[in-house]
């Protein structure tokens, strides 16, 4: 008799932990599955995450057309259940883009692919930034002048910060950049 009670009590102690366990997963499923959906521009998505370790300087190599902005951190984006990307560009002929040149460590930012913008010198780093106080990668630029490079593929770069001082006057601080080149 003691030993059915055991074996009764020990299947309901696996049960509960099975259920338990499957429902984390679902919810995790859940959650995954909504990130990735979470905000697409233009066919672009913004499902990214922060990147975990050095990000090599080349990858941000090559010219970089803006195509969204999010007026926010990027904790912010994070926690937002329904983030909107924010970026109207009132250029009526070419777009708003940054060329990085990473083995010359200079960068500028162009509006409207007029390409009348100098070149600025940076360091791209990864440590604790000054302004996050956050171990991740940024490029530091003009002394004290920092963006946050959230994360780089061969598609798309997420940058945080004052990139754009024109939409920073608006509140944008996270930018959705697609490789033109």
Not at 37 to 45: A, L, Q
Not at 100 to 108: D, L, N, P, T
Not at 162 to 179: D, I
Request: with cysteine.
């Amino acid at each position: 008799m003691k030993k059915i009670i055991i074996l009764a009590s020990v299947a309901l102690i696996l049960n509960s932990c099975v259920v338990s366990t499957a429902a984390k997963v679902v919810k995790g499923a859940v959650n995954v599955s909504y990130k990735a959906v979470k905000g697409t521009v233009n066919g672009i998505s913004w499902a990214v995450s922060k990147a975990k370790g050095k990000i090599d300087e080349d990858r941000v190599d090559g010219t970089w057309k803006v195509v969204g902005a999010y007026k926010g951190s990027f904790e912010d984006f994070t926690n937002d259940q329904n983030p909107e990307s924010s970026f109207t560009s009132d250029c009526a002929e070419g777009f708003d883009q940054i060329i990085f040149k990473a083995k010359k460590s200079k960068f500028k930012q162009v509006h409207c692919s007029a390409e009348k913008e100098d070149w600025v010198k940076y360091s791209m780093e990864f440590g604790k930034n000054p302004v996050t106080k956050e171990k991740e990668n940024y490029i530091e630029y003009n002394s004290n002048n920092y963006i946050s490079v959230i994360d780089v593929n061969n598609k798309t770069m997420v940058l945080e910060g004052n990139l754009m001082p024109k939409l920073a006057f608006s509140g944008a601080k996270l930018y959705l950049l697609e490789k033109v080149k």
